[in-house]
């Protein structure tokens, strides 16, 4: 494969794992995590009635739904984004989309797409210490 389709993927994949850093997921995830507890210690509590337990449950249900919307809607438009800077190379007439998905669709591309995500959070990491 040609140096410049893996050095434009690397580019992609970096920027992918910028935005994946900025997003809240460890927040939302705790958050299902949370309520998915609260739900569970209420369907073991005996002081609570039924009817008092179904109106709780039902609460935390649309809360845990709300959750996890948000949570997809951070993985689709990462997705999004990541099929834009994709398009962005076929646009500028750097590269072929479909070639570059091929790629991707490789071990090898696997293996960059998970050394570029390794490379950013370490980058990440030195930036902070160099900057201390």
């Given at each position: ?18 935005l ?8 939302v995830?705790?958050?299902?995590s ?15 009635n039924?009817?008092?337990?179904q ?33 962005a ?5 750097f590269?072929?989309y479909?070639a570059l ?6 071990l ?8 570029a ?16």
């Amino acid at each position: 494969m040609n140096i410049a389709v893996i050095s434009y993927l690397y580019v992609v994949f970096l920027a992918i794992a910028w935005l994946i850093d900025c997003l809240p997921f460890l927040g939302v995830m705790k958050n299902i995590s949370l309520s998915t507890h609260v739900s569970l210690q209420i369907i073991k509590s005996n002081d609570i009635n039924d009817s008092e337990k179904q109106k709780m449950l039902l609460d935390n249900s649309f809360v845990l739904f709300k959750r996890s919307l948000t949570l997809l809607g951070f993985i689709v438009g990462i997705g999004a984004c990541g099929l834009m800077l994709l398009f962005a190379g076929e646009l500028l007439k750097f590269f072929s989309y479909s070639a570059l998905l091929k790629f991707i669709a490789t071990l090898p591309g696997f293996l960059l797409s998970v050394i570029a995500f390794f490379s950013y959070f370490f980058i990440k990491k030195l930036y902070v210490k160099v900057r201390l």
